[in-house]
């Protein structure tokens, strides 16, 4: 069966303006609780600063434990937007229209929440400066290229240029349509950012080809950034458990199943708590789904591809490294919960269509790979660094400290905040595409049947 | 003293029918235009299709990324030699790894710079238009430099069929 709805442009605007132009009753509380935790995060952090990383649990030999989990984690939800935005868009696909801005927007405000976690976890984060900026100090020390330390802010600054670069340039057509609905400051603030947008030919067709052009450039870019993430491991020779050559693919494929999860987590929300039942339809879910079972199992074989290439190689330190991550109390709980959240329940639920199909079934699994997802990255970064090993001349076990779960938890609440902030001012499913789905579709005869026929523009 | 003015049609093929009647009635190519809220097929109004030059944006854009973290990268090893395992100075594929970035980074903000130069924005003067645009509305938009033809474009607007004619 076809599923289309017919929806005027009038309509549209309204329903899709509903949180833009009017304030919903639930968005100002949620807001004020969040900003509440937001600030006690960032007490915390200025603390965490002031009095030094003791506050932490990190000691050697785990110098990286929760903040770099919690990067890694920020850095693959990131890999949604680009994943929906950009492949989506190439290959055309039609559910992608109601998905594509809020995927950009998750993009923009995890690399934005990933890219802290770095600078804190350096203890004293004006001193990043002197590790990535080339200018002469006194010393005459330049950064070291040749580090990935130094190929990651690089990359992820290119992806969070890009990717707010690209979310602006979507947002043009919607904003005219704001300007047009608004008075006093507001028109003001929408007529400035408009740029006078009018919607002539010429400017739909440089959003069409400009759309695509962007597309193309930002997934080289949404592969290379999560390789070099990967790489900050894998050229730690001395560390096993990191130095695999799998780790750039695997670190991909991993960022685009926690990040496509998250787009579900989001989509679900949206449609429930603004009421875009007409825009948000479980067509959409059952669509996303489908991908997430190809990207899952994908991800899946690169998980045991890992292990296989760990144990094929006959290196005792790397087997008992798996041995530990597996079978050692408490690692093999968080694996075990890592392997049942991230791919054992969700999975198997997907495959089934009328799951696929229910909105809290698929808001729930999404937020299981997520769980799932961010063990993986403990269960990576941790035991390498935990395990005992000869000639260590001081070794703790790591427990993270109260401090650094609530920078954790902070994180979570400054993502939500950032994207309620966004979707007062803007609409978080871009219009002109929903536009542009009913005037590129009609409905043809066929036989008996009448079914809804897509116009596609070869470029 | 210049006139816009435009014709609001709550259809396409009206306003496909205005255009090709101020065509037929003399008017020069690029004075008149329309506007919608939502793309519409190329070519769906008969319209004038502009030529863009939008894929020389990311070309050039890349070109100066490219030289830029060339010598970004090269000088920042040679101004600080730090010799590792007796291999040379530069070290090529660290420097790809940065380069490559720098030269997307550079070809992204060159096709944004684009994308907005080619579809002429920031456009300060809005001219003749109207909200019900972005409600679904289109707009046929004539600019003269004179009332001279004022009527005429309003005729042929009016036996179009257009619902509301507005001067700006």
């Known amino acids: ?459 | 003293m210049s006139i816009s003015m435009i014709g609001l049609f709550q259809e396409a093929t009206p306003a496909a029918d205005a255009m090709d009647g101020l065509k037929n009635a003399g008017f020069e190519l690029g004075s008149f235009d329309v506007l919608t809220g939502t793309p519409y097929p190329e070519g769906a109004f008969g319209e004038h299709v502009p030529q863009h030059r939008l894929f020389r944006f990311p070309a050039f854009g890349a070109i100066i990324g490219f030289t830029l973290s060339l010598f970004l990268t090269a000088a920042t090893q040679i101004a600080y030699p730090l010799v590792t395992g007796g291999k040379p100075i530069l070290s090529i594929f660290a420097m790809l790894i940065i380069m490559y970035e720098l030269t997307m980074l550079a070809g992204v903000i060159s096709t944004v710079i684009g994308i907005i130069f080619e579809s002429r924005l920031p456009n300060l003067k809005m001219g003749a238009y109207d909200r019900r645009i972005t409600e679904g509305w289109i707009g046929v938009v004539i600019n003269l430099d004179d009332e001279s033809r004022a009527d005429d474009a309003e005729k042929v607007l009016n036996y179009a069929g257009a619902v509301e004619i507005k001067k700006a």
């Open chain 1, 1 to 459: 069966m076809q599923q289309k709805r017919n929806l005027s442009q009038e309509y549209t605007n309204r329903v899709l303006l509903n949180g833009t132009l009017q304030t919903p009753k639930w968005w100002a509380p949620t807001v004020a609780g969040l900003g509440f935790v937001v600030l006690i995060g960032v007490i915390i952090i200025a603390t965490m600063i002031n009095r030094g990383l003791g506050l932490t649990g990190l000691s050697r030999p785990v110098y990286w434990g929760l903040f770099i989990t919690t990067f890694v984690f920020w850095v693959g939800i990131s890999h949604a937007g680009i994943m929906i935005s950009a492949i989506l868009r190439l290959t055309q696909a039609e559910w992608r229209r109601p998905v594509t801005r809020a995927a950009e927007l998750l993009t923009v405000c995890s690399l934005f929440t990933a890219l802290v976690f770095p600078l804190i976890h350096a203890g004293r984060p004006w001193r990043i400066a002197y590790w990535i900026l080339p200018y002469d100090i006194s010393r005459g020390i330049y950064p070291n290229i040749r580090s990935p330390l130094i190929m990651d802010p690089v990359a992820i600054s290119t992806y969070l240029t890009g990717s707010t670069l690209f979310l602006y340039i979507a947002l043009l057509p919607d904003l005219g349509v704001l300007r047009d609905r608004t008075t006093g400051w507001k028109n003001a603030f929408y007529t400035l950012l408009a740029l006078g947008w009018k919607g002539n030919p010429r400017q739909w067709q440089m959003q069409t080809i400009g759309g695509i052009l962007l597309s193309a450039l930002m997934l080289p870019i949404f592969v290379s950034v999560h390789s070099i993430v990967s790489w900050d491991f894998a050229v730690a020779s001395a560390v096993e458990g990191w130095h695999s050559t799998i780790f750039a693919p695997y670190f991909v494929i991993g960022a685009v199943h926690s990040g496509v999860s998250a787009v579900v987590t989001m989509m679900a929300l949206m449609r429930w708590l603004w009421k875009w039942d007409d825009f948000i339809r479980p067509e959409h879910f059952d669509a996303l789904a489908r991908l997430l079972i190809v990207v899952a199992t994908g991800w899946l074989a690169c998980t045991f591809l890992e292990l296989i290439f760990a144990l094929y190689g006959q290196d005792a330190p790397e087997i008992a490294l798996r041995e530990m991550q597996i079978f050692q109390w408490p690692w093999n709980l968080l694996f075990i919960i890592f392997m049942v959240t991230g791919y054992i329940i969700p999975v198997p639920v997907w495959c089934v269509k009328k799951f696929r199909n229910n909105i809290a079934i698929m808001f729930w699994t999404s937020i299981l790979v997520n769980v799932g997802m961010w063990l993986e990255r403990f269960l990576i970064i941790v035991p390498g660094l935990a395990r005992r090993t000869p000639f260590v001349f001081t070794w703790e076990a790591y427990r993270p400290s109260p401090v650094e779960w609530a920078i954790m938890i902070w994180s979570f609440a400054w993502v939500s905040l950032l994207m309620l902030l966004f979707s007062r001012f803007f609409p978080l499913v871009p219009l002109f595409e929903q536009k542009e789905s009913q005037v590129f579709t009609d409905d043809i005869q066929i036989g008996r049947a009448k079914v809804p026929a897509i116009v596609r523009e070869v470029e």
